[in-house]
Nanobody
Framework: QVQLVESGGGLVQPGGSLRLSCAASGFTFSKYAMSWYRQTPGKERELVAVISSSGGSTNYADSVKGRFTISRDNVKNTVYLQMNSLKSEDTAVYYC???????????????WGQGTQVTVSS
């Protein structure tokens, strides 16, 4: 079955760094775009970063540009989010997402992890 398992969250001081990992299984990882989202209580889930299936293209939310880096390893079936210069407003539950669209059948495949908590506080 499809699994996305996030790890690497925790408590970090402002200005610190964390690296999140998301290990994927149960689907052809190299055919899926991978994203990181985050959510705080009472707010909608927010897209943080996305990377194409090959890893050749990335995009970031304006709020994390220059501080976060998304990457992937299609051999290890893992996507990463390196987070530097963390701020209190980065505190959230971070979710891993895998998405693929089959144009011929107009079918979207969309999988989510269970989330990992990131808390930035002194």
């Amino acid at each position: 079955q499809v699994q996305l398992v996030e790890s690497g969250g925790g408590l970090v001081q402002p200005g610190g760094s964390l690296r999140l990992s998301c290990a994927a299984s149960g689907f052809t990882f190299s055919k899926y775009a991978m994203s990181w989202y985050r959510q705080t209580p009472g707010k909608e889930r927010e897209l943080v970063a996305v990377i194409s299936s090959s890893g050749g293209s990335t995009n970031y939310a304006d709020s994390v540009k220059g501080r976060f880096t998304i990457s992937r390893d299609n051999v290890k079936n893992t996507v990463y989010l390196q987070m530097n210069s963390l701020k209190s407003e980065d505190t959230a539950v971070y979710y891993c997402n895998a998405r693929a669209i089959v144009v011929l059948t107009s079918t979207t495949y969309d999988y989510w992890g269970q989330g990992t908590q990131v808390t930035v506080s002194s």
